[in-house]
């Protein structure tokens, strides 16, 4: 019986492989010049014509790429946080992680342009001055840390950093234009220069999260239990959250705020495959790519010539199917 | 095996646990009981590290617990906790293999050692016909043995159980208690346990710890230490207590608060 499930697994892990590649190839088709699947095809494998190999390297391509990797990166970093957090709540998004990254982002931005160079590690250092004061905040001496405290102190943090979002905006309204494209999630105007420049950092991230897997595993069992397995939870926690938090906050470096798929995709995948991170964190993976690749395909295309930022579009579809979710009971 | 030394733990500024020494053997099962709050729980968790001590010496199997890891303990000392709950598509075997994750490096996977130990922790629970089903699917009891096998794979010296009976209907409770006594006679596995029930602390243990706002009371064999002036003065509770002739565990019939 055992092995049955492996296979199973496998499958579902190799479908959802395959049904990324073809969301990629459609993706790339569709805009305002549209390209049949055979056209996307030739000019993929080198045998197109000039004026399409524009339209696809140059543009499609990069964005499409762009896409893939912030929705594996937000679904990894939300797949541990829930992992970490012990809570299926716990995302970058709703933790203050993802606008603690963006408060330092949008100060580079708006007050220092000058050190744009540091906006990674500015990005890094916010997201995880948001996830010590949750940690801070949640902490109780007498009962350690509850889920519901967690997560509580998750939305203080990041009403906090919200509002000083909308300080900031303010404050500086007359550079606001520039970073407001960003602001809202936007995939648009990424050229394959910014792929090549978030992509080693995304690989790196996402090699860490695979190797988190088992003490996510572990976790699964409760604090207590996982204490009592030798594990060092404190350890454990730091590991998770900063592997976390340097995936969002990469992201944020780069699209902005994108919600819901850290929140989404984890949930989708534990309904399809389970709960041990073995599998569902492979499928994360895969799963939060294709999502944001939709959204953003979405996105650019429904109301064209006007362009929605994936970041609207995934917070329009993904709250209501959040809802849907929590109502089936999967949440 | 495990000796405890003047323990001390504090929760802000309320002592809950003061002075607590214990002398536990090899092979032995000891209960501990006491009134709700008295620090019984509390006492485990200080032992196995869970929640920090604020003084006291712990040696488990003759090694001082200050200066192993929390790694190191695991491999010595197992702790079942109240109210495990696993996640709902969890199998039984998945369940015990995690007891051999303190016997692995972080990047060493299960080989055939640790599938055999895990197939043993089965045979020795009675839950070899269990191993694929889902622990969310088995009776409380069942669960409860699915617990102590990964405990078990964990190849312990010194297994603690804090209340293991709990939400268990009557047979259950027997059941798992049965089990306990068992794995400790066939293995040698020295027990330490917090139980409510004085009856099931008199049959299932050697020695009964009675304890009362954190502090020993009294330690020693049931027959020894179950008498009504105890129990009255520790729970406030008037009983009689009744000698079976054939074992020497004292049954004890609760008549009334005083």
Not at chain 1, 45 to 60: V, Y
Not at chain 1, 112 to 121: C, H, R
Not at chain 2, 110 to 132: H, R, V
Request: with cysteine; net charge positive; aromatic share 6%.
């Amino acid at each position: 019986m055992a092995k049955n499930f492996k296979k199973k697994e496998a499958t579902i892990l190799g479908i959802a492989l395959m049904l990324l590649l073809v969301s990629i190839i459609i993706a790339v088709g569709i805009g305002s010049v549209q390209f049949t699947l055979s056209q996307t095809w030739q000019t993929l494998i080198g045998s197109g014509k000039d004026a399409d190999n524009t339209i696809l390297w140059d543009i499609r391509i990069p964005r499409v790429l762009m896409a893939l990797i912030i929705g594996a990166n937000l679904a990894a970093s939300g797949i541990l946080l829930q992992a970490v957090m012990n809570n299926p709540l716990a995302d970058p998004g709703l933790t203050g992680v993802s606008s603690g990254a963006a408060v330092t982002v949008l100060f580079i931005m708006l007050v220092a342009p000058e050190f744009s160079g540091f906006i990674p590690l500015a990005a890094i250092v916010g997201g995880g001055f948001a996830a010590v004061m949750v940690y801070a905040w949640a902490w109780k001496k007498e009962s350690g840390y509850t889920p519901i405290r967690i997560i509580l102190s998750g939305v203080a943090v990041n009403a906090v950093f919200g509002g000083v979002i909308g300080l900031l905006s303010i404050l500086y309204s007359d550079k606001l234009p520039a970073a407001l494209q960003w602001m809202n999630g936007s995939l648009s105007g990424k050229g394959m220069n910014d792929v090549l420049n978030i992509l080693p950092y995304s690989m790196a991230g996402w090699a860490m999260a695979l190797l988190c897997i088992r003490q996510a595993n572990i976790l699964r069992l409760g604090e207590q239990a996982a204490h009592n397995l030798g594990q060092n939870l404190n350890r454990v926690r730091f590991i998770l959250s900063f592997v976390a938090v340097f995936l969002a906050a990469i992201s944020v470096s780069k699209v902005g705020l994108v919600g819901f798929v850290g929140l989404i995709v984890p949930h989708m995948a534990r309904i399809i495959i389970g709960s041990n991170y073995k599998h569902s964190l492979p499928l994360s993976l895969m799963l939060g790519a294709m999502i944001l690749i939709i959204a953003d395909t979405a996105g650019r295309s429904l109301f064209s010539p006007l362009e929605i930022p994936a970041g609207i579009i995934m917070a329009m579809a993904g709250g209501p199917y959040f809802l849907y979710l929590m109502r089936k009971g999967g949440a | 095996m495990l000796k405890i030394h003047s323990l001390y733990i504090r929760y802000s500024d309320k002592t809950i646990v003061n002075d607590f020494s214990i002398n536990v053997e090899e092979g032995e099962v000891v209960s501990i009981i006491g009134p709700n709050g008295s620090g019984k729980s509390t006492i485990l968790k200080g032992v196995t590290g869970l929640i920090p001590c604020k003084s006291g010496q712990i040696c488990i199997a003759n090694q001082e617990a200050n200066l192993l890891n929390n790694k190191q303990i695991s491999k010595l000392m197992c702790m079942l906790c109240q109210g495990n709950v696993s996640p709902v598509d969890m199998t039984v075997g998945e369940l015990i293999s995690y007891g051999r994750m303190p016997h692995k490096k972080w990047y060493e996977r299960m080989d055939a050692e640790d599938f055999e130990i895990i197939e043993w922790a089965l045979m020795k629970t009675g839950m070899l016909n269990f191993k694929d089903r889902l622990v969310s699917s088995l009776s409380g009891g069942e669960a409860q043995k699915a617990w102590l096998a990964m405990a078990l794979a964990q190849c312990p010296k010194v297994l603690l159980l804090d209340e293991p009976t709990t939400y268990l209907d009557i047979a259950h409770q027997l059941e798992v208690l049965d089990l306990v006594r068992s794995l400790n006679r066939e293995l040698k596995l020295t027990v330490v346990m917090v139980l409510h029930d004085l009856n099931h602390a008199s049959t299932y243990s050697d020695k009964v710890c009675v304890i009362k706002k954190g502090s020993v009371q009294t330690y020693g064999r049931p027959q020894d230490v179950l008498t009504q002036e105890l129990i009255r003065s520790v729970y406030g509770v008037e009983t009689e207590i009744e000698q079976l002739p054939n074992n020497a565990r004292p049954r004890i019939h609760v008549l009334h608060k005083i």
